[in-house]
């Protein structure tokens, strides 16, 4: 078995809130869609006709019903498609893994299993995890089981995924990990900041 202190190279550090932060930011930017849009006055549809004559009526000018200005009209820089994700730095990212978890190690929530197996049925795995004394927690293997991920999808407040699924959002929202013994050598690899 490859030591606790192996995986967490960067436990000795302070706990950063604002990198952790960053890294959230980061992930949580990538997810976004980006498709919100609103109409400018040429996309709405009609509006061809001058709605009113040049002088004489008193009011400002107008050549479209569909101005920024009228009732129905377009919207003056609204937000169109875009994507909101940035480039973080490989060093921020693997920093902020790293004091994710030597975070859950100094509070007693990262565990260390054999191996994760399941018979594919949802109150089998609840009933084991209770019996461990999670009520909400990562849980992550080297590779996937099908049946352990048939079985872990039912679970709402658990959620089960290989080294390469591992972030910073699901372990600060979850609180807690459950790594296997085989998965500690890539989260060692995942986390050294020489790499960067």
């Known amino acids: 078995m490859v030591p606790l202190s192996l995986l967490l190279t960067c436990s000795k550090l302070l706990l950063k809130k604002e990198v952790l932060h ?3 930011q980061w992930q949580l930017a990538a997810r976004r869609q980006g498709t919100h849009m609103t109409k400018t006055k040429g996309l709405v549809s009609g509006g061809g006709k001058k709605p009113f004559k040049q002088k004489g009526t008193g009011g400002a ?4 019903s569909r101005s920024i200005l009228m009732p129905g009209g377009g919207t003056a820089f609204g937000p169109q498609p875009r994507s909101y994700a940035f480039v973080l730095p490989k060093k921020v990212r693997r920093l902020g893994l790293s004091m994710a978890l ?3 190690q100094k509070e007693g929530k990262l565990f260390i299993v054999d191996s994760m ?12 995890l209770q019996a461990f004394g999670l009520k909400k927690a990562v849980l992550v293997d080297s590779v996937v089981d099908d049946k352990f991920n048939r079985a872990s ?9 290989p080294v390469e699924g591992l972030n910073v959002f699901d372990l600060l929202k979850y609180d ?15 986390c050294s900041l020489e790499k960067a």
């Open 61 to 64: 000018r107008q050549g479209s």
């Open 22 to 24: 960053t890294v959230v």
């Open 176 to 190: 807690a990990a459950v790594i296997t013994k085989d998965s500690v050598a890539k989260i060692v690899d995942r």
């Open 102 to 104: 030597s975070h859950l």
């Open 117 to 128: 197996a399941s018979e594919g049925k949802t109150a089998e795995l609840n009933k084991r």
């Open 153 to 161: 999808k039912n679970l709402p407040t658990f959620k089960y995924f």
